[in-house]
């Protein structure tokens, strides 16, 4: 509290602001801090700030309403007005009064005191209010606002809005009017309605009442004259006088002559059924409402209008089914009626014949192959026909066969079947299948034809691919080696139905491709044989598959058995890999590979220093070690260049030298890893601003302090500052 340092108990902070709360309000204070890094200490700055006590805010008006309001009773001559707010900056108290003038004068009601935030008042009705309010704190007291409100009683309502009306004919020779009702609004209490023949009079329809707002209602009216819809609003205090529009009904007209459809249809029968069923549906065509019949009325006969079978009926449905005898002729007629008069006929005549030839519309045949060829069946195929006939049901079915749809003269004889058959038939031919229905009669219908099948034949297999030789290891020096030969599964030609596999393969060996002198002829089951041969021979293998369908054609290959030579190292190569190193690694396990060394055995190898020229020198790091495995990994000290040396082995002698030259080093390895103050860049430290030394753990030079601008402290606030450092 005093501009004395040494009164000042020290503190250190590693954040540059500091808060302090245990101050005394009307009091001076300074802050004094200093900077410090690892070179030191900046100079002391300070800065000075008072404490004192803001005026504390009066209160604000944030929302205040006096409703308008209507009486409890009709015609009351008193009413309640009430009044709600909200202020802000925290008021303790209001104070509130009344008034019928907006000067401020208070003779409704005094000036009144309250902690709540709304009052209700009882004043005569029928005139306008003014409220006044104002908000107390410690601070004092804010300025009055005010609000009007009238406050009416409930009187007689009256008609102020229309009404919207729609009118749509019906199946009851009458009109529907739907009427939508204007909106009701307070203190309007409910709606009443009717219509009748005159405006204001119900004659045709009581009065209905309603307390929905825009409530839809609908009428119903036979009346074919204009029709007056009355409509009055009323409170507890009576009724308005009545509103009214005119409406022209939509009555219905005469359902259109001749337009009635009717359509007979009967079930099938069996051959010889002495009756059946018929079907009858009917409609309006182009029917609309206005046409819209109420009911019909039908009857069956032997011909158009008579009613022999079944007399004229009344049905307000559009469908009749009836059981009636074969081989006759009958007419359905139907008119129909509604209360504006009645449709000329309409009519269908149908007959259910008996004994008629079956019919083929509509009638399918398809045809499947049930069993396939086989070595047991190769020349002959097993096929499932079936049909269906939907517009017949014959007596019975015959089917033929054979190859054209055009004519028959080259199709089996008619066989009579059920509504399917398993037929056989022979390979590489075309074919189809003919079904036609027979009555009881034995009268035939027209056939119906499938789709064309056709079958192949069972083929002799045939070669897919070229055989593969090896020869088992042997060693320099040999004579003979035995030969492997390992050919592809040869096949019979496939379709779609069927696969029959080789049976056998047959071979032979031969030092000619006329001659089977080494390996005669020979049956196996096997894809693989394997014979004896000299080493710089050339021998002749023959082959061929059979199965139940005959064998595949001879099939000569050339099998030579070669000399072995040094090792081959025109290809050869050398590789190798070295895992990324840690700082402060002394050596690293480098992978070795030798790839592409033909014929070769075993390999030595040995690695040296780069540097060393010398013959005796080359293998200076690791001397010549024998390895059947083309990898190895070997260890090699950090920080230095090899060559790798290698040389190939096989029981012939050895192959030229191949050599490689191989690097083993840390990269970006740095001191201390440069203290995380830089970048390591080719194990060299490249420090940030502000830093620097081999590792970046110096800083440049020690901080400067600024004096920061002054600030003022008020009652309940933060004490706080920020310094500015800049670095030299």
Request: hydrophobic residues 35%; glycine residues 6%; proline residues 6%.
């Amino acid at each position: 509290q005093t501009d004395n340092i040494s009164a000042c108990g020290w503190k250190n902070r590693t954040t540059t602001s500091v808060t302090s709360t245990d101050i005394v309000v009307g009091q001076s204070y300074t802050g004094y801090v200093k900077g410090f890094s690892c070179a030191g200490s900046s100079p002391i700055i300070s800065s000075s700030a008072s404490v004192f006590v803001a005026p504390y805010p009066l209160p604000t008006l944030s929302s205040f309403t006096v409703g308008d309001a209507y009486s409890t009773a009709c015609q009351n001559s008193n009413g309640t007005l009430v009044a709600s707010w909200n202020l802000g900056n925290s008021p303790s108290r209001y104070q509130y009064c009344v008034s019928t003038n907006s000067s401020g004068i208070c003779d409704v009601t005094q000036l009144t005191n309250t902690t709540l935030k709304t009052f209700s008042v009882v004043v005569p009705v029928d005139r306008t209010y003014y409220v006044r309010l104002t908000g107390i704190n410690c601070a004092g007291q804010s300025t009055f606002i005010s609000s009007a409100a009238d406050l009416y009683s409930i009187h007689v309502p009256t008609i102020a809005s229309s009404m919207t009306t729609t009118t749509v004919a019906t199946s009851s020779c009458g009109s529907t009017i739907t009427v939508t009702l204007p909106t009701l609004t307070i203190p309007t209490s409910f709606a009443e309605y009717c219509y009748g023949s005159v405006a204001e009079i119900c004659d045709l329809a009581p009065i209905q009442n309603t307390t929905t707002s825009k409530a839809k209602v609908t009428f119903f009216t036979s009346a074919p004259a204009n029709v007056f819809v009355n409509f009055r609003l009323g409170t507890c205090a009576g009724r308005s006088a009545f509103a009214y529009k005119l409406v022209t009904p939509v009555l219905q007209t005469s359902p259109t002559p001749s337009a009635v459809a009717v359509t007979l249809t009967a079930d099938p029968v069996v051959c010889g059924a002495s009756s059946g069923i018929i079907r009858a549906t009917w409609k309006i065509n182009s029917l609309t409402s206005a046409s819209n019949p109420l009911y019909w009325s039908y009857c069956l006969g032997y011909a158009a209008g008579l009613c022999q079978v079944v007399h004229l009926t009344n049905t307000t449905s559009t469908s009749f089914t009836t059981t009636v005898p074969t081989n006759v002729a009958h007419t359905f007629s139907v008119q129909a009626h509604n209360c504006m008069g009645s449709s000329s006929l309409g009519h269908a005549a149908i007959t259910i014949d008996s004994d008629a030839v079956p019919s083929a519309v509509s009638g399918k045949v398809t045809i499947a192959v049930s069993t396939p060829p086989s070595c047991a069946t190769r020349n002959t195929v097993v096929m499932l026909a079936s049909w269906t006939f939907p517009n017949a049901i014959p007596f019975s079915y015959e089917y033929s066969i054979g190859a054209s749809s055009v004519s028959l003269t080259d199709y089996t004889a008619w066989t009579t079947v059920p509504v399917s058959a398993y037929i056989t038939a022979p390979v590489s031919t075309y074919m189809m299948v003919n079904a036609r229905g027979v009555n009881c009669l034995n009268q035939p219908g027209a056939h119906v034809s499938s789709a064309m099948l056709y079958m192949p034949a069972l083929m002799p297999p045939t070669a897919n691919g070229l055989p593969v030789v090896s020869f088992d290891s042997y060693t320099c020096g040999s004579t003979v080696a035995t030969a492997i030969v390992t050919w592809p599964a040869y096949y019979l030609t496939k379709n779609s139905y069927y696969t029959v596999n080789t049976d056998y393969y047959t071979y032979c060996v031969g030092s000619s491709s006329s001659s089977c002198d080494v390996v005669p002829y020979t049956n196996t089951s096997f894809v693989t044989a394997s014979f004896t041969a000299s080493i710089g021979t050339t021998y002749y293998l023959k082959l061929r598959a059979s199965s139940c369908t005959g064998s595949s054609s001879w099939s000569t290959h050339t099998v030579h058995a070669p000399f072995i030579t040094y090792p081959d190292t025109s290809a050869a190569s050398i590789t190798y890999n070295v895992p990324a190193q840690g700082c402060g690694a002394t050596s690293a396990l480098v992978k070795l590979g030798f790839r592409k060394f033909v014929g070769a055995s075993t390999y030595s190898y040995c690695v040296g220093n780069r540097t060393s020229s010398s013959d005796n020198n080359m293998c200076g790091v690791l001397p010549f070690t024998n390895q059947t495995d083309g990898d190895v990994t070997v260890p090699l000290p950090v920080g230095h260049d090899y060559t790798v040396r290698v040389i190939s082995y096989n029981c012939l002698g050895a192959s030229s030298m191949l050599s490689l030259n191989v690097s083993v080093f840390i990269t970006n390895c740095c001191p201390l890893q440069c203290s995380n103050k830089g970048q390591c860049i080719n194990n060299v430290c490249l420090c940030s601003p502000g830093w620097m030394g081999l590792s970046c753990s110096l800083t440049v030079t020690p901080p400067v302090m600024t004096t920061p601008s002054t600030i003022s402290i008020y009652e309940g606030s933060i004490f706080s500052y920020t310094p500015i450092m800049t670095v030299g």
